[in-house]
């Protein structure tokens, strides 16, 4: 199997934009463009276009031709976009990943891109509850805060998890989405400031939160041959699974702050790349809310079950701990923009493995890093593994 | 890179059904459970879901996991939905493919559906303008009847081609439809009924378009050790590419009956296989509508251009012609439920191969097919190549 790199990333602005999808979609695409002045764009055969509900956002669908149409790309080997829901970005990856890996295609352009923000926001927000299970979840108000809300008072109840420990976790995360430029947030808060900000669902406040957001992302993904031509420092994927708990909010689910499936797809991930937690030193995690990045803590390995509020509390998450977790301000400061954020991780990864990122979010020698989305309530997890100087073949099978 | 095959293909009826979209989900599970009763549900690691726009007949994203939800299927390596308007069932195929063939996943379970008939008609017909560039197609009325009629225009002027030959695609269609117990519509047709059928954009009458359709289709793949475990009819995954001419309906297009980009995949498959369209002995083509497939008789080289009205009149697309096309029916019959339709051209295919048609639309001694959509105004196409006594190392590279 051939090796894949990211060769080239680009991003937009994440916010509340003036600019429509096409807008976001060329201006991630200028971007990425930008980044690789030495592709020529016949080069580019396949391409993958991750977004979650553009049918409900801006009414439009078929959106890979349409992005191949904006762009000017001349597809010859394969297209599709990809959904699933806040991971459409990763699964677009994995596609391009494993259409490079077989030798179907050469170089491939894998765009994320979300509108959210609409003149109907009542639609835009109600929309939201499609990602659940509709009849059952969305009809009994069983939308992404509360369950994260009742995922907080387990972790609390059965650890002692504190509020401010939650609090932790947006301090963290704003301090370093204030020196991203492109994060929808960049203002530093405090632990009051974050219990202060109006409650959402208890224990979860506005500031415990990720936002609706509008932004896109792309990336370059080339054959090991091609990578070499096209750039020095080539980023490189080791590997990527995606594990699910079937029915994450009926009965058949157990304990809500256990994440069984990211217990096991991160044991999955790290045989396949055969590393273990502690070699890894950045980890773009999915903070769609706090608590979400102390159960991620804890599920990826980094420290034992029950932990993860003291782990952001003895500051093991910042960069200079045990690993450098959302050292680009993750999801609760960048927003975001569901069919973006899984591109947006891997932008971050290859900003960070070049050093193109402000000093004060740098994470100075990493060579390992880890992107993890998840999706719907917790019950789908996606992990991916890139490295900088190491590349390796993928070992695909169990 | 490891052969992949269809193991198992499972189907529903199509047309307008009372069942809901999770009805139909179960019901093909159902089915493709039912046609391999020795898999053991549990060995099924990736799950891969074609669905158009589930967003707005439904109200329903995230669709991948609820499939996984309603079937019981516990994803542990690789899970999207995938999504190409009108194409959206084989780009899930595609995924599963190369899923298999790099050793990711060994057994995957492939659902296309398409819930279209909604108590809400003007919104479910309305829809359909998201598929094209919907500020511009859309606004202008601009979808997809008037743009096939154009094709059709342009193709009898330039060509000389006939109202008639049109209607006779659905005659051939109509016939072997009436020996397909799923699909929406089993009567035998004739030219006269054709052309007196109401008009929707000339020269097409409502006989000449495919319908608004509910239904699925399941597949399982597997690699080759799987598949020689589970069935002793695997159907052999030859290759796969698709093509895209950006602006199809911008003025970056010319000739709106060549269909360039068609011409080009053919070409690369044929390449890909190592085969010439001579040794295709079925074609499950797009007959979104009849001049559709006079034109893929032209561009896949089963005549020369222009001849494609000769063609279907002089029977070569008949079973016992040049090729046997759309022997069970196609999307004229069967109608066209965006996500299921390229799943229900695999079927096809297996059902073929197997011997498990009606005599009356069985395609004797069949051992190679090709599967083609197209999606949008005909822009992008899509292709896959089956045999079922010969399986061959895939050429992915070119």
Redesign the interface.
Known sequence: ?RRVAIVGAGITKFGVREASW?DLVQEAGKAVFDDIPNLDKKDIDSLFVGA??P??W?????????V??LL??????????????CASGQ?AI??AW??I????SDVALVLGVEKMNTKFMNVSQS?M??????EFDGANGFTAPPFFALAAQRHMHDYGTTKEQLAMVRVKNAEYGSYNPYAQFQKKVTVEKVLESRMVAPPLTLFDCSAITDGAAALILASEEKARQLTDTPVWILGG????D??HT?NQMGDLSEWVALR?AAK?LYSMVGIEAKDIDIAEVHDCFTISEIIEYEELGFCRKGEGGKFIEEGESYIGGKVAVNPGGGLLSNGHPLGATGIRQAWEVVMQFRGEVPKERYVDGAEIAIAHNL??MA??HHLMAYSVNKPQD?K??R
């Open positions: 199997m096409k979650a509900q049918e409900r801006v009414f439009q669908t078929h959106v890979a031709p349409l191949a149409e000017g790309i001349n597809v010859t080997r394969a297209i599709a976009r990809t959904e699933v829901a699964a994995r596609y494993l259409s890996a077989t030798g179907l929309s509850i499609n990602v659940g299970n509709r699974v995606q594990h699910v079937a029915a009926t096991k999955d999706s719907g019950q789908l993928v695909f099978g």
